[in-house]
């Protein structure tokens, strides 16, 4: 995607700054703990946090809600939160993609419709403007989805 994005992880528990960093290794974010949130900063893009009361700053925060879905909100942050295209291929195996500006940010297989759903769900909470787009593939699918 370029630039490599610059996390500041504001994560009282361990454990889940573990999840967290294991999520999201790789060249891709440069991430720094922080014992406290600046209001505004150079150094950093976003803010990742697991404050019950998210904390006051100029800089983008992302509250952990789903780990697994956390590379796709910070490429979203990345791309200055355009919106979102959530595309369907249903199937045997649903195939899910999830693209801003035609950039791919995330894909996923599905077992099942119901589990396609509760992915496009969750998704679609990451972004005000969001489009689903289901393709023809199968038509019984499609529809539970």
């Keep these: 995607m370029g630039e490599t994005l610059k996390v500041g992880l504001h994560v ?15 060249n ?14 150079q150094e950093l893009d976003v803010i ?3 404050a019950a009361q998210l904390p006051t700053t100029d800089l983008a925060v992302i ?24 595309g369907i291929d249903p199937g045997g195996t649903t195939g899910i993609a999830v693209l801003a500006q ?18 496009v769900r969750r998704v679609a909470h990451c972004s005000l403007d969001c489009t689903v787009r289901i393709g023809s593939g199968a038509s019984e699918i499609g529809s539970r989805i």
């Design 28 to 41: 891709e974010f440069r991430l720094q703990p922080l014992n406290r949130v600046p209001t505004e900063s």
């Design 63 to 86: 509250s952990i809600d789903n780990i697994e879905l956390l590379p796709l909100q910070l490429r979203h942050v990345q791309r200055g939160r355009p919106a979102l295209v959530i």
């Design 12 to 26: 009282t528990d361990f454990g889940l700054l573990h999840q967290v960093v294991a999520a999201l290794e790789g």
């Design 102 to 119: 035609r950039r791919l940010l995330h894909s996923a297989e599905c077992a099942t419709p119901d589990e396609a759903a509760e992915l």
């Design 48 to 50: 990742i946090s697991d």
